[in-house]
């Protein structure tokens, strides 16, 4: 079976008040492109799918064509859950007629969806239960078992499976809480199948970015890898930058289609095919996608006239761009307008005064590691790198000063 992972769509979205439906439109069709070109047989989209809980129209629009032409006319599956960001009650509120087409839509960690008729073409739910489901795929010999977890918040996942589980186990945090619940669903995976999970976490290890709204305060609701279920490959959702987890190569976000914020310059935006059989390892291969406009930072040192040069050879085309230019004093409204004239991409610009120069270069001293700011000062002073040795002996003397510091 050849699975196609994605997640975090947020459609809706703008960054920083601009329009990106059009790149979302045009991403949309390239996930699409990609389970077309690689013959995907069943489609994971981990949550987050739109950016608020209740998104305009248009994003609406945009999901339900995304997914029929993903969905083939019920030739390949598609199963998606809530994220943090979606209204669980408007995800899973079409799911009686998107499954006629092969599509599972699921909003709580309780969902459970309702058994096909045997005698429905495509694709079909042979099994099906709170937290997880069976499916069969056209052109497949063998079927697949997925753990569903839509977003568990605390709220949501006191209610889930109640009924089964000891109250004790209940009562303990909520890594614990998901890592019991895991093992629970996990006594449905079968050695003849694929056995797969969805879910919508922060597992402790992932790189975020700014992008991502805090799920919980506090950390709450980070979990640890190893209460993760052993599944053959599990496609998570939430952070948005493409990762392992753990190291794992199985368990992995697909990070979001489009960068959301520019603490993700830079970053490549992918999806992942998988190939799975039953009692095999998992292959994964990263497949880029590049349809959406980059996030880009120009830092112009030279002032305005190098950014007037940049924006004349059409540096960085098809970019959304954070502007950092050093100026002796404030850009007049007349330099600020020519800029954006000249590009309409360039979203924030923000100016570096002589003074402020001196602040920024303190804030970049001070993030620097305790042996580099050592190394600097002592080259400062001396116009020669210290020996090994001596830095050594710094950072011992400077650790026993804090033991001293804290007995």
Known sequence: MRILHTSDWHLGRTLEGRDRSQEQEDIIQEICDIADEEKVDLVLIAGDVYDTANPPAKAEQLFYQGIY??????????????????????????DPLAERLGITLLGFPKDKPFVSNKETPGVVRLKAGSGWLELGVPGCDHSAVIITLPYPSEQRLKEV?????????????????????????????????????????????????????????????????????PAQYIALGHLHRSQRVAGLKHIRY???????????????????????????????KEVPLTRGKNLVRWEAREGLPQVIKWCEENRDPNSWIDLMIYVPEPLQFSEIKL????????????????????????????????????????????QVEPKEELVKLFLELLEEEKEGEDS
Do not use: W
């Not at 032409?69 to 079409?94: M, Q």
């Not at 003849?192 to 402790?204: K, P, T, Y």
């Open 69 to 94: 032409e993903l969905a083939r006319g019920g030739e390949r599956a598609v199963v998606v859950i809530a994220g943090n960001h979606d209204n669980p009650e408007r995800i899973k509120a079409v």
């Open 161 to 229: 499976l109640v009924d089964r589980l000891e109250d004790e186990v209940l009562q303990k945090s909520y890594s614990e809480k998901l890592g019991a619940l895991f093992h629970y669903l996990a006594q449905n995976f079968r050695r003849e199948s694929v056995n797969l999970c969805i879910s919508h976490l922060f597992v402790r290890g992932g790189k975020s970015s700014d992008s991502e709204r805090q799920i919980d305060l506090g950390g709450a609701c980070l979990v640890e890898p190893d209460i993760l279920p």
């Open 254 to 284: 697909s990070g979001s289609p489009l960068g959301y914020s520019f603490s993700e310059a830079g970053q490549a935006k992918v999806v992942y095919v998988v190939d799975c059989l039953p009692g095999e390892t998992a292959e994964v």
């Open 339 to 382: 800029l954006r004239e000249m590009r309409p991409d360039i979203v924030n610009i923000r100016p570096v005064l002589p003074e402020m120069e001196q602040l920024l270069q303190v804030e970049n001293r001070m993030s620097l590691p305790v042996d580099k700011l050592f190394r600097q000062f002592y080259y400062h002073h001396h």
